[in-house]
């Protein structure tokens, strides 16, 4: 198995390392936290790709959390929305769901603050994410964000790796490959 996979997205490239997931399956690690120069070019990129009227952009913690933060400022939305992987001592009747994740091996939970909630309800909100593969943790926010009477308008990443390179429900930038792992 190869140690290394090349991105391209537009004009930048990043070498990411090539980590096993499961006994037999590998993702191409791609970490967007700390990389501004990707951050604020994906954004630009995917603000041109929006080309529906929304009320506010939500995100899950926290990978997505950067590139929300660019996009909200991109669109002129000043106000953008995290949900988080549990609750906190600050949040007002939070609400909660339960999550998997690919990349994660146990079972996590999605979280909105109950007031957050209230700003939500009735608007039109896009989902951003850095990476959709599954689409379990996609699925999770729109569920959440449902339940909270949210509108999901439209879904948007980075990249899209596995059975989401297929989806055209999301706007996404590219594709990253998934890997098989030899047994040795």
Do not use: W
Not at 28 to 49: C, H, I, M, N
Not at 50 to 68: C, M, Q, R, W
Not at 78 to 95: C, G, T
């Amino acid at each position: 198995m190869q140690k290394e996979y090349e991105l391209t997205i537009g004009k930048l490239k990043r070498t990411l390392p090539i980590i096993p997931i499961t006994d037999t399956a590998a993702i191409a690690s791609f970490v967007l936290l700390g990389d501004a120069e990707l951050t604020r070019y994906a954004a630009q990129e995917l603000a041109k790709r929006i080309n529906i009227p929304f009320d506010y952009l939500v995100t899950l913690e926290s990978k997505g959390i950067p590139l929300a933060q660019e996009l909200s400022m991109i669109t002129h939305h000043p106000r953008y929305f995290v949900l988080r992987k549990s609750v906190k001592a600050y949040m007002r009747n939070p609400i909660a769901i339960g999550m998997r994740s690919i990349t994660t091996d146990y079972h996590q939970q999605l979280v909105l603050d109950g007031c957050d909630a209230e700003q939500l309800r009735g608007k039109r909100v896009i989902i951003v994410d850095d990476v959709i593969s599954t689409g379990g943790s996609l699925a999770s926010a729109e569920h959440l964000l449902k339940k909270v009477g949210a509108n999901v308008v439209q879904r948007c990443s980075i990249l899209a790796e596995g059975r989401a390179t297929s989806r055209d429900d999301c706007v996404f930038l590219n594709t990253l490959p998934m890997f098989a792992v030899k047994n040795a």
